[in-house]
């Protein structure tokens, strides 16, 4: 792991979003397609305000969640709608969107489906993770019914319920995660950075962030 502290959470959402268009631009010199997946919740919206405007050919991304809360989009829960409102827009409304997401009561009825057609475009070239305090990262909850599935499983998608979450969720698997040719993790406050550090010493049941920091950049900033 590789830890990047920035001085404030404003530069360092610009930066890494630099980071990622430059990745992105990358991986089209030498491939047809890219892919992206990207967290949702409260901190990424930034990255997304810039890296939707970056100068790059996105008829040709194709950009996914990293996880999905099992709401429909008309939902504030909903990460899509993050997505379509902040990433999904200017420059980036060429990309290609690959749903986590469809209309159905339980994410079980819609997982082989979903998982056919992200199935195209893994590896992942590009991923982006988030953090909550918990150290849960996309939706690998500590606790979670399918956390074994989710760790150490060969399924790319999983359906999740979790004491930490208040709906159902679909999250891409640490084995999808981990083969990604370049992974990032942006955390903001010093009570995330206090539990990565707590997270490099517990076994990936208790600290599920754990299992897959080797290779990936952290980017960090107090405030
Ligand atoms: O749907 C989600 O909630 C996310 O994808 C999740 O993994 C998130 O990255 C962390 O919970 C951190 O969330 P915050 O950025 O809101 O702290």
């Not at 989009?73 to 709608?81: F, G, I, Q, Y």
């Not at 640490?174 to 370049?182: D, E, G, I, T, Y």
Request: net charge negative; hydrophobic share 45%.
């Amino acid at each position: 792991m590789k830890l990047i502290e920035y001085p404030d959470a404003e530069i360092m959402m610009m930066e890494l979003a630099d980071t990622l268009a430059g990745e992105l631009k990358n991986a089209l010199l030498v491939h047809d397609t890219a892919s992206l997946a990207v967290p949702g919740g409260t901190t990424p919206g930034p990255i997304f305000d810039s890296l939707c405007a970056a100068d790059l050919d996105w008829a040709r991304v194709h950009v996914m969640l990293t996880d999905e809360r099992w709401v429909p989009e008309t939902s504030d829960r909903s990460n899509t709608r993050l997505l379509r409102e902040r990433l999904l827009t200017d420059k980036a409304s060429a990309a290609q969107y690959v749903p986590l997401y469809a209309d159905a009561p339980t994410p079980e009825e819609k997982l082989p489906d979903l998982a056919a057609a992200l199935a195209d475009d893994l590896p992942l070239s590009v991923v982006l993770l988030g953090m909550g305090a918990d150290m849960h990262t996309a939706s690998i909850f500590p606790g979670a019914d399918q956390l074994d599935l989710a760790l150490a499983g060969d399924d790319l998608l999983v359906a999740m319920r979790a004491p930490g979450a208040p709906e159902p969720r679909i999250t891409l698997s640490a084995k999808v995660l981990n083969a990604a040719m370049s992974r990032h993790l942006v955390i903001i406050g010093a009570e995330k950075r206090a539990a990565l550090e707590k997270a490099q010493g517990l076994p990936a049941q208790e600290a599920p962030v754990s299992a897959i920091l080797n290779g990936t950049t952290v980017h960090w900033a107090e405030r």
